[in-house]
């Protein structure tokens, strides 16, 4: 019996935002009218972009069962697997990863999946990324690497992640540094902010803490 839908015809507007807020419903009638999986917005954004940043798994495989185009590329460069990267959910980016997703693809930047999920924070994304051999090595356009990111934004777990996986220490980014001459810059930053602050305090221009 076939199942007639409860929707009228839906517009390419309702089925971007349905693919963002994971109403299969919506999606489903769009697509079952002939409805273009990889229409976009004005930063050439697709569906499958955004439900790959949300975290809708099952809309991800049902837009990749119905022929959107995993490597579309945004404005800026991105897949849909820099968008799960983003994202941060795990399932998102192994469906992505079973229909044929390039785990080493580069934006714009030159980022690849690695150097987003570093950047996030995602340390099960980043986890998962190397258990499938993402190059670990990869520089972006400024010649960091996914160690440089994590250094430099703090991101102690990943750190351990990448050197216990084999990151090269070595490797100097455009700026003539290696991620570990980034800690000793950082470190002594923090330590000049914290002074300032603590000077501040002093004068009573910054509360004191637990204030």
């Known amino acids: 019996i076939k199942k007639t839908h409860p929707l009228g015809l839906v517009d390419t507007a309702e ?19 002939s409805g273009n999986p990889d229409v976009h917005d004005e ?19 049902m837009l990749l069962e119905k022929g959107a185009d995993i490597n579309f590329k945004d404005q800026l460069g ?8 983003r994202g941060g959910n795990l399932e998102v980016v ?21 150097h987003v999920a570093t950047r996030t924070g995602h340390t099960t994304i980043v986890e998962y990324l190397l258990s499938c051999g993402a190059k670990i090595n990869s520089r972006d356009r400024e010649g960091d690497t996914p160690l440089h990111d994590a250094i430099h934004l703090n991101r102690y777990k990943i750190v351990k992640l990448l050197v216990a996986a084999g990151a090269d220490t070595k490797i100097k980014n455009h700026e003539g540094r290696t991620a570990v001459q980034q800690v ?13 602050v603590e000077n501040l305090r002093e004068v009573g221009l910054v509360a004191p803490e637990n204030s």
């Open 78 to 85: 991105s897949r849909a697997i820099h968008w799960a990267c």
């Open 43 to 61: 930063l050439k954004r697709t569906a499958l972009h955004r439900a790959s940043l949300e975290g809708h798994t099952t809309v991800v495989q």
């Open 184 to 196: 000793k810059q950082w470190q002594s930053e923090t330590m000049e902010i914290l002074q300032r």
């Open 15 to 33: 089925f971007m935002k349905a693919a963002s807020q994971g109403k299969l419903n919506v999606i489903d009638k769009y697509l079952a009218d």
């Open 94 to 114: 192994k469906a992505l990863k079973s229909h044929g997703a390039d785990l080493n693809i580069r934006d714009k930047l030159h980022s690849t999946p690695l």
